[in-house]
């Protein structure tokens, strides 16, 4: 400003209220920064904006309202708002342009530094092959994870395997042992299976040589069913047997009867007598005398393989109904023993067949017993009825 300029009042105040304007409106410069700023471009400036020009009518009415210089006349203010918009203009032109490039380089420096943010906690790998190496990294650890299991399964199962073989060893020791013991590795020879019926053969026989005079159905039908008895090696049913005697026979059959059981229980050593005879047994009443009659029973035959029950016409409906129980095919509580049941009748021995057998027991026992418990009493008893034949000069020992 030269000096003419520097003299004249209303120059220096437009020089004053330039500065003023400026040193107001004008921003603080920002630090630089040179590494992210972008190169300046060469270019003019841009023209201004709609923004720049409203800002420049505010500042003019704000000067305006606020009446910063009173002292000045109407032309001297409208000269200085002239002179004060061009200046502005002036101003706000190079104002714009600057905030311009300092609004762009600092965009660009927020852009990076979020990206650079961004970018901290995760690093994009640069191409497949880093992706395709982790993958691999992740299936080894894997498959070493699974080959860990498994050698921890295998092992698991190799200490149960070996702990089974120790104690399949051990039990097979102790079997060996117990064996020895037993004679079972010795030089013993194995007994073969006693045949009973074998031995009992030799003394049925005995018996029919000193009877002669008896059938062949007879001794078919006491052989059978003792057979039957001794070959079975577990019984399901009794042997039960009806020895009719005819008038004039009774000590016949009785003692016949007696040898059949006595060398029955001796082939398994039995040397008890094996009798009961139901004239000897309580007569006072028939609960009695089946109460009597099942005490002998139990006591004979659990020493014994066979019993004589002699004189069966003597007893009383529900004593004789004790039979049902003993002699059943089921229940039988002595499902190997044989029973038999010696019948003293009146009748001759021409007149006695299966048939009259069962008249003579319904006779005796069928009023009381009734139409249900005679007939299934008759079916466990009378299947096997053998008829005695008078003998001549029998020596009856027993």
């Known amino acids: 400003m030269s000096d003419s300029e520097s003299e004249d009042p209303f120059i220096q105040k437009s020089y004053d209220l330039r500065n003023t304007v400026r040193s107001r409106f004008t921003r603080p410069p920002l630090p630089e920064f040179k590494a992210r700023m972008p190169p300046k471009s060469k270019t003019s400036a841009s023209p201004k904006s709609p923004r720049q020009g409203r800002n420049v009518k505010t500042k003019q ?15 001297a203010g409208i000269r200085e708002t002239e002179t004060e ?68 399964k295998g092992s698991g199962m190799g200490q149960l395997l070996l702990w089974m073989g120790v104690l399949c060893v051990i039990v097979g020791v ?83 009867a007696k040898e059949l059981v006595t060398n029955l229980n001796s082939i398994f050593n039995h040397t008890d007598p094996a009798y009961i005879d139901a004239l000897s047994l309580n007569s006072v009443s028939a609960e009695k005398m089946k109460l009597d009659m099942d005490k002998r029973l139990i006591s004979v035959l659990s020493d014994s393989r066979g019993v004589v029950i002699d004189h069966i016409e003597s007893l009383k409906p529900q004593a004789a109904l004790l039979f049902h129980g ?11 023993a044989a029973f038999i049941l010696v019948l003293h009748t009146s009748t001759s021995e021409h007149g006695i067949r299966d048939a009259k ?42």
């Not at 009415?61 to 032309?75: G, Q």
């Not at 906690?121 to 497949?128: E, L």
């Not at 089921?330 to 190997?336: L, Q």
């Not at 026992?365 to 009825?385: F, K, Q, T, Y």
């Open 61 to 75: 009415k704000r000067a305006k309202k606020n009446n910063l210089y009173p002292d000045l006349d109407d032309d």
């Open 85 to 152: 918009s061009e200046t502005e203009d002036a101003s706000v032109d190079n104002t714009g342009e600057e905030e311009d490039n300092v609004d762009g380089a600092n965009m660009k420096r927020d852009d990076l530094n979020r990206l650079d943010e961004e970018s901290r906690p995760y690093v994009r790998p640069n191409n497949r092959n880093e992706s395709r190496k982790r993958a691999e990294r992740n299936m080894k650890g894997n498959k070493v994870d699974q080959n860990d299991s498994a050698s921890a």
């Open 174 to 256: 102790y079997l060996v042992v117990e064996n020895r013991n037993k004679g079972v590795f010795s030089d013993e020879v194995v007994q073969p299976p006693v045949d009973f019926y074998k031995m009992y053969k030799p003394k049925f026989e005995a018996i029919r040589r000193k009877y002669p005079s008896q059938s062949t159905r007879f001794w078919k039908v006491i052989g059978s069913a003792i057979k039957r008895l001794i070959n079975v090696p577990l019984s399901t049913y009794p042997a039960v047997i009806i020895l009719a005697v005819p008038e004039g026979s009774t000590k016949v059959g009785t003692c016949l």
């Open 326 to 336: 003993y002699c059943d095919g089921d229940n039988a509580p002595y499902k190997d």
């Open 357 to 398: 057998v069962e008249e003579i027991l319904t006779e005796l026992w069928g009023r009381d017993l009734g139409i249900d418990e005679m007939p299934a009493l008759l079916s466990r008893i009378a299947n096997s009825v053998a008829v005695l034949l008078p003998e001549q000069n029998v020596n009856c020992e027993l």
